[in-house]
């Protein structure tokens, strides 16, 4: 089983050393990473493994069954064998973009919630985009306004965001109604890794984000969309933090 290294609060980590334990024809199973596997609407980091005499691009993370599989291309030598030891070097501009949108999401989610009732039924999170999707909505232009207005207020804040393994028992009780899709975590995970924003929101998620708001830099809603009865889809973008 892979150690998902970066959790619960080390996501800001981008180097790394760890040992192969599997090796398959396009990937690598590592003893531990702190690479992101794609998963909950973020996708997977991209980098570089290199070990001695080689070295490979990572363009694909996900998990298997417990492990998480590091698919690479571009191989330069031979593939190390399991025991070997590696380094991992991170894209740590792209970590760092879903890092702030992730944050970013978590707080559009929290302010629609709130003053609309609804519920967050999907999002992607991109480098230079992201998308949310609530329901039940049915958003003016002035409700679009008015939710980016009080989401740029709370970054202004600057609240600190923690990051840390709760049990889930309180994690559950915690969790405002309509907040997370908790049904969908298998009931065997406990702790949950939940992350808080200081007096605004509490989250349990397994996402990379920043430490205080004021790293997330200024949400832009750039476009309101109906995707079906009850259902808005919003863009935003980001600007410098």
Known sequence: MTEQRYLPDEDDVT??????????????????TYFYPEGGGQPADRGELSWGGGRAAVTKV????????????????DLPDPGDGVRGDIDADRRE?????????????????????????????????????????DFSEDDVDRIERLSNEAIERDFEVTKAERPREQAEERTEEGRALLDLIPDHVDPLRVVEIESFDYCPCGGTHVDSLGEVGRVEITNRKSKGEATERIEFVLGEA
């Open 15 to 32: 180097e790394f050393e760890a040992t192969v334990t599997e090796v398959g024809d396009d990937f690598l199973v590592l003893d531990g």
């Open 62 to 77: 996900r998990k298997n069954h417990g492990d998480v599989r590091h698919y690479v291309e571009d191989v330069d030598g």
């Open 97 to 137: 973009a879903h890092r702030r949108m992730h944050t970013a999401q978590h707080v559009v989610s929290r302010v629609v919630l709130d003053e609309y009732g609804a519920e967050t039924a999907g999002n992607q999170i991109h480098a230079d985009r992201s998308r949310i999707d609530f329901e039940p909505a």
